[in-house]
C-alpha cells in the first residue's frame, strides 16, 4: 500500500466518526473549542500526508486553521494551555487519561507542538508520523468516558475547568 493511502485510510477513520449520541452545545465551550481544533489539527496533517497541498480540501482546512489563531485568543479559551499545565500538576491522574495529544502539546517539557498547523511530536525527527499513532489519537478523542467529561454540568474535565478559572481569581 502506497504512503498516502496508509495516512488516506485514516483520515477516513477519522470521518466515520460520530458525535450523533452526545449534545456538544452542552459541553463547556472551552473544551469543545480545542476538542473540535484538535481533530481540525488531525485532520489537516492527514491531509497534506493524503492529498497534494493545493488540494481544495487542504486549501479550505489552512482557511480554518488561519481564523482559529485569534479564536484561541477570545475569553477563557486563552487558559486552556495553563489549565493543562494546571491539571497535569495538580490531577496527575485525570491528565494522564487525557488524549495523548493534549498531554503531549500542551506539556511544556513535551517537543510536540502544531507547526505551520501540522501535529509534529518530535521536531528533531525526520520519520513521518505512523498510521497507527494518528488512529490511536482518534480513538482517544471518541472515547465515551472522555467524551462524558467535556459536558458543563456534570463532566469531570469540565468541572476541573472552573475549578482552575476559579483558582486564576
Known amino acids: ?6 495516512y488516506e485510510k485514516v483520515l477516513e477513520h477519522l470521518y466515520e466518526k460520530s458525535l450523533v449520541l452526545q449534545d456538544t452545545s452542552l459541553w463547556d465551550p472551552v473544551l469543545r473549542f480545542f476538542f473540535i481544533d484538535a481533530l481540525a489539527h488531525l485532520d489537516y496533517t492527514l491531509g497534506i500526508l493524503s492529498y497534494t497541498y493545493q488540494s481544495p480540501k487542504n486549501i479550505m482546512a489552512q482557511e480554518y486553521m488561519r481564523w ?29 487519561r ?20 501540522r501535529i509534529v511530536l518530535d521536531p528533531d525527527s525526520q520519520q513521518m508520523i505512523r498510521p497507527h499513532v494518528f488512529f490511536r489519537m482518534i480513538e482517544e478523542f471518541f472515547d465515551k468516558e472522555f467524551l462524558k467529561s467535556l459536558y458543563s ?13 476559579k483558582s486564576l481569581g
Open 68 to 96: 482559529r489563531i485569534d479564536e484561541e485568543k477570545k475569553g477563557d479559551r486563552q487558559n486552556f494551555p495553563a489549565f493543562m499545565i494546571w491539571l497535569a500538576k495538580n490531577h496527575p491522574d485525570r491528565f494522564s
Open 153 to 165: 454540568e456534570d463532566g469531570s474535565l469540565s468541572r476541573l475547568f472552573g475549578e482552575f478559572l
Open 98 to 117: 487525557l488524549p495523548s495529544l493534549w498531554q503531549r502539546i500542551y506539556d511544556p517539557d513535551d517537543p510536540a507542538s502544531y507547526r505551520s498547523f
Open 1 to 6: 500500500m502506497n504512503v498516502d493511502e496508509e
